[in-house]
């Protein structure tokens, strides 16, 4: 699992909440990644960044925002957190050509 | 934009039996070809990859094949056993930004039948 862990593991929240969940990597990778996993869409990318500082968007960025202050740690935020952002995230890093998953964070917004 | 479309959704072999999972992509210039597993609950973890310079690759029960012209790539499971039974997605790689990255197909859920 290339040494990923994601925090917290379950968490269920009310709409327009602010929402944080954090990634933390022990390999050192240059690339991490957050998606959000939905039945029927597969892992869709929501952000990813290439190194300290330097974050771009991926194809359903809209609602979410990101941080990485040091390399072992990716931060996804949901600043108001709507029903439709429930879902379950995981976090990736890159090592060469190949992504490593962490074990998700199951989402729930009532 | 990059697509991928993952066929079929659900399938269930007998056990003993082979398991075929096939993928189409939209880029071109797509070079890279990994294959997920995903079982319940947990993170999808990479079981095997193929480059755009290779036709085929095996790894013991396993093979992926890619037709670079038809921009296709298949997961081949032989002698499935029940623990093969999990959810599959097939990713083929882009270049947008910053670094290549991965669209994912849909997912095929396996379930092996003892």
């Known amino acids: 699992d290339a040494g990923i862990t994601q925090s917290p593991r379950h968490k269920v929240t009310e709409t327009g909440t602010p929402v944080t969940l954090r990634c933390h990597q022990t390999e050192n990778h240059r690339y991490m990644y957050w998606y959000r996993q939905d039945p029927g869409h597969g892992l869709r990318l929501i952000h990813y960044?290439?190194?300290?500082?330097?974050?771009d968007k991926g194809e359903v960025s809209d609602g979410y925002s990101v941080s990485r202050s040091k390399t072992e740690d990716f931060l996804l935020t949901l600043e108001s957190a709507t029903s439709s952002q429930t879902s379950v995230y995981f976090c990736?890093?890159?090592?060469?050509?190949?992504?490593?998953f962490g074990p998700g964070t199951r989402l729930t917004v009532l | 934009g990059e697509n991928v479309e993952q066929h079929p959704s659900t399938l269930s072999v007998q056990e003993g039996d082979s398991a075929v999972i096939k993928c189409t992509y939209s880029d071109s210039a797509s070079n890279y070809f990994p294959w997920y597993k995903q079982e319940l609950g947990k993170g999808p973890q990479l079981i095997i990859d193929?480059?755009?310079?290779?036709g085929e690759k095996k790894d013991q029960r396993i093979a992926v094949t890619l037709n670079k012209t038809a921009k296709h790539f298949s997961l081949h499971i032989t002698e499935t056993q029940p623990e093969d039974s999990a959810v599959y997605f097939c990713a083929a790689s882009f270049y947008g930004g910053a670094t290549n990255k991965l669209i994912f197909g849909t997912g095929t859920l396996l379930a092996v039948q003892p």
């Open positions: 193929i480059r755009s310079n290779v």
């Open positions: 960044s290439y190194g300290v500082k330097d974050t």
């Open positions: 990736a890093t890159q090592g060469a050509d190949t992504q490593y």
